[in-house]
């Protein structure tokens, strides 16, 4: 048995360590916000957050995972995230919405780091989340507002 | 002593002459690897250089002696997605080498991983050296981390070096086993760490 400690509850599961954490979340505890996308960490769509900094649930094993706090799209709270919704919100920022979810947590992790990021920053930090959608732009405006409503 | 212990052997082995041949056989050369760390001149050390330097320039260690970002498999190309060194050498923010790589490889999403995965030091920056100068960096105290001759010879043992030996699906090991790998640098630092002009 594994213990996996989800937006503040403990879960006992029967798995494997090696399974995908993305597995555990969506099969296991059916907390469908965390997307899969591509299934080898390339395209950000399963991001969630271990003690705080970005993952790649699809990548990393349920047993690296095991003792820290795993936040999932659903468990996020605080001044950066209401400030990031909120300006994901305001500017209309999703179209197809399938990524967002790893877009948002993503961007929860690079304002946690730099609160006033440049545009540079914004690519660099959001390089890895992929948005077939093409919202780049309205994603990077709305991370420049939300910096602005944290400043 | 070691009569004794031949004996021994050769009395569990009896039934089984052949085994007893290859176990001499492998004896002898682990003698004859002892025997030449202990007398390597720089002849000898310039000579396991050219091996040990095959290894060093392998995509396996090259890939992550970068200056900027790493670059990925067999055939080099840019990491994707895009990454960079940031100041701890593991990334950036929400693009850290940890939020992807374990610290084992992941057979399921093919991500290969060892602890402290991350970029090598700036001042190891290997590419582009030939291998004249890849040696007086690996051996030079300010670029190789305060490491002794001795220390890089443990160094090549260390998790993270130790994957280029196991780097998962699709990815090709290392050119030399580690443990031929070891006794080369035990021989290249016994004879002086010589180096190429």
Redesign the interface.
Known sequence: MITLNVNGESHQLDVSP???LLWAIRDKLNLTGTKFGC????C?AC?VHLDG????S????VG?AAGKKITTIEGISGPVAEAVTHAWQSLDVVQCGYCQSGQI???I??LN??KNPTDE?IN??????ICRCGTYLRIRRAIHQAAKALA | MANRNLYRTNQRLGARPGLLIVLLIVLGTGGAVWGQTQSAGAGDSLAAWGKIVTVLQHPRCLNCHQLNSPLQEDGRRIHIPHVVRGADSHGVGPMRCGNCHNDRNNLTSRTPGAPEWSLAPVSMLWQGLSSGDLCRVLIDPVRNGKRSPEALVEHMSSPLVLWGWNPGPGLEPVPIPHAEFINLMKVWVAGGTACPK
Do not use: F, T
């Open positions: 090696e399974m995908p299934g080898h960490a390339m950000g991001v900094e970005a993952a790649r699809c990548s990393i094993m690296e947590m993503s961007a992790v690079l780091e730099n920053d660099l930090g959001m390089e890895g989340n």
